[in-house]
Each structure stands twice: as structure tokens, then as C-alpha cells.
């Protein structure tokens, strides 16, 4: 797993030299991010040692990126997912993570927008959006990105009121009418084109409700039909807020083997989510709610947002008079976990559906008992049997 302990940030100007064949700007400020399991100042190492190899190839004429910037899921910038680690759990719980090939690792860490995240390397979590099954089952209602295919572009919408405001303003000064005319029939027009959007939206809201309700039959025999196929296979089905979860449970494997990449494609796994379990060599579940699903936020109790995003592992680095912001957010960031954990116990990250297993189901002993503490592990801390709002 490509989970690092530890992050730094290090950003140092430039100036280039006035002999230098080069048509980049003169000076440049050049920030990278580092990181390592061993230490912090490894990590702050490793920054300044990116930012010198950026510096060289700037002075050769290359036309680097000055400021790294975050990307959500990865997309392509080589740089492992900041995310502070939580914890870490080896399973079956009572062994030593180099005591067998057969035990599963699995570290905690906090995501972005502050929800935590189990990331674990063997047992394979497959993450499936409604959208993408909805785009398979219904392919002429719905695009590539599970929206009606009949929805109207808002802007398209507005190009069309202006047209037809100028028509109407035209007549009216062309018949010499009071202005007032154009001020009652645009109210009339108004009116009239908001009440039949209302219906068409209620109309297609009520399409996509119906629809997702079919995804679960759906998904059923999606997992029925593959273990006909494959009798030694078995899974666990789960429903989130927004989708499906599928743990496999007749064997443990790495993220890399040519199967995940079959089920990822059998099961319209998300594509997003299939990048990052590439990159960080791990599969991932959500364990706590979404802030924003959860009514704390709504009611201003908790912030949307966590604070510090970008840069929560900077704490034991500020010493300047002018990071006092960054300390001020890093404390906020403290108080906004502390409540969103406490309010996230009022919400479960998916609802258990079902386990299927093909006829010639078969596990090594010491293999299932890896993932049968991971599940229970898992159910746990996603408060799947619970009673609870799903966020």
C-alpha cells in the first residue's frame, strides 16, 4: 500500500541566471511535496529534494509546474493521496504483520473531506456508482455520466428566454405599444415556462427515483449470474447512500491481479475509484458519512468543510509569525474532527444486503479467518446492522 506516514511541504525562489539559454521567466517559486514512513524530517528531505530536481530541469529550459496542485483520486500526477493515517490493524488480529503471507493489513486514514476511509491490501472492495449502472441497464436514457440524456443544459435554457424576450420586445416596439405589455406578457411567459420545468423535473426526479430502485435486483443478478460462472467465487453485496459495495470473501488478492481488473469491468465498478486502487495498490471503503448528508451540517452545527485540507500535516512545522492562519485553521481543524465524529455515530456508511457463494465456494482456513475479522471489522465500524440514516 502507497499509504506514506508522514508529509511535508517545501517551496523555495529561484532566479535564473541572466546567461542561461532559456525562455522561462527569470524567476521562479517552486513548490513540491515530500513524504516518507520513516520520519518528518525524511519527508521534508524528500520536498526539497523534489524541488531541486525541478529547479534543474527549469534552468534546462523545461516548462515545469511551479505549484503542485491537489487532484481527488490521483489523476496522474504521481504523487501518492495525502491522507492522514488514523490507525493501523492487522487480520487476523493476533498476528504479526511478517508471521504469514496470509494476513491482511489495513490502515485508517481521514480523506479529504474529513470522512475516514479503511484502505486495506488483499481483500478486494469493489465501489459501484448508481450512475454507472444506470447508464448500463438504461443506455438510451441515461450518458456517461448517469444524467437523463433529455435533460436540458440551463444555459440552453436561458439562450432560448433571451430569444424569445427580444422577439416579444421587437413586436411590441414595432406595434408602437406601451412597455408595460412586454412587463405583463414576460411575467405571463414566466409564469407559465416555470410551472411546465417544475413538472418536467418532478417528472424526471421521479424517473431516477424508480430506476434506482431497480439497481438493487439489478446488482443481484449481476453477482448471481457471475458466480454460476465462477463456482468458486463468493461476495458480500452492500447498498451505500449513492451505490453498491462488494467485498469479495472467497479469497485474499492484490489490487494488481488480472481478476480485480475483471471484476472492476463485470461489476461497472467506478472509474475513479479504480484509478486510486491502482495507485495507492489498496482497496478502500468509506467508513463514516459524508459531511455533507449529514442534518448537523444543515443545521449549521458543523461545517461543510473540513479545515487545513491541504495542508493538516504541516502542525509540527509552523514556527514563523506569519503561519498564524495555518495555526489558527490547524486548531479549527482539531475542533471540526472532534465534532464531526461525534455527530458521524448518527449515520451508517452503507446497509448490509446479502452474501452469496457459488456452489464450490472452498477458502484456506487461515485465509477466511483474515477475511472474516475484516468483515466484522468492517460492519462495525460502517454500523451496517444499525437502525441509522445512511450518509
Not at 416579444?168 to 406601451?178: E, K, N
Not at 417544475?198 to 457471475?226: C, F, N, V
Amino acid at each position: 500500500m502507497l499509504i506514506p506516514k508522514y508529509w511535508a511541504q517545501y517551496k523555495q525562489r529561484f532566479e535564473l541566471s541572466v546567461t542561461a539559454n532559456t525562455f522561462n521567466s527569470k524567476q521562479a517559486t517552486i513548490k513540491r511535496y515530500g513524504w516518507s514512513d520513516i520520519s518528518q524530517v525524511e519527508a521534508l528531505s524528500h520536498a526539497k529534494a523534489r524541488v531541486d530536481d525541478a529547479h534543474k530541469r527549469w534552468l534546462a529550459g523545461e516548462d515545469i509546474l511551479r505549484r503542485e496542485r491537489r487532484e481527488e483520486y490521483n489523476e496522474g500526477n504521481g504523487i501518492p493521496i495525502r491522507e492522514e493515517i488514523i490507525s493501523e490493524h492487522n487480520f487476523p488480529e493476533n498476528e504479526l504483520s511478517n508471521n504469514s503471507a496470509a494476513v491482511t493489513k489495513l490502515v485508517v486514514t481521514r480523506n479529504s473531506y474529513g470522512a475516514q476511509v479503511a484502505n486495506i491490501d488483499n481483500i478486494a472492495i469493489i465501489d459501484v456508482d448508481n450512475g454507472d449502472l444506470l447508464r448500463h441497464k438504461y443506455p438510451d436514457d441515461y450518458n456517461h455520466h448517469g444524467f437523463l440524456v433529455n435533460q436540458s443544459n440551463p444555459s440552453t435554457k436561458i439562450k432560448v428566454w433571451a430569444f424569445v424576450f427580444i422577439i416579444i420586445a421587437s413586436v411590441i416596439a414595432w406595434l408602437g405599444l406601451s412597455w408595460l405589455w412586454l412587463l405583463m406578457v414576460m411575467i405571463g411567459a414566466t409564469v407559465y415556462l416555470w410551472q411546465q420545468a417544475s413538472a418536467r423535473d418532478k417528472a424526471r426526479a421521479q424517473k431516477y427515483a424508480d430506476d434506482a430502485t431497480s439497481l438493487l435486483p439489478y446488482m443481484t443478478d449481476l453477482i448471481k449470474k457471475r458466480i454460476v460462472n465462477h463456482p468458486t467465487e463468493g461476495f458480500r453485496l452492500y447498498q451505500t447512500p449513492a451505490g453498491f459495495r462488494i467485498i469479495a470473501t472467497h479469497d485474499t488478492i492484490a489490487p494488481n491481479d488480472k481478476l480485480v481488473t475483471d471484476w472492476f469491468e463485470y461489476f461497472h465498478a467506478d472509474a475513479n475509484y479504480v484509478r486510486l486502487c491502482q495507485v495507492q495498490q489498496c482497496f478502500r471503503a468509506r467508513l463514516t458519512a459524508k459531511p455533507w448528508r449529514m442534518s448537523e451540517v444543515e443545521s449549521n452545527k458543523l461545517a461543510k468543510d473540513i479545515p487545513a485540507k491541504n495542508f493538516w500535516f504541516a502542525e509540527d512545522n509552523i514556527s514563523d509569525d506569519t503561519d498564524a492562519q495555518h495555526r489558527k485553521d490547524l486548531e479549527a481543524r482539531k475542533q471540526w474532527i472532534i465534532y464531526y465524529d461525534k455527530y458521524a455515530k448518527n449515520y451508517r456508511a452503507c446497509r448490509y444486503v446479502e452474501t452469496f457463494s457459488g456452489r464450490d465456494f472452498v477458502s484456506d482456513s487461515i485465509v477466511q479467518a483474515s477475511i472474516d475479522a475484516f468483515v466484522r471489522w468492517h460492519d462495525s465500524a460502517c454500523q451496517v446492522d444499525k437502525e441509522l440514516e445512511m450518509a
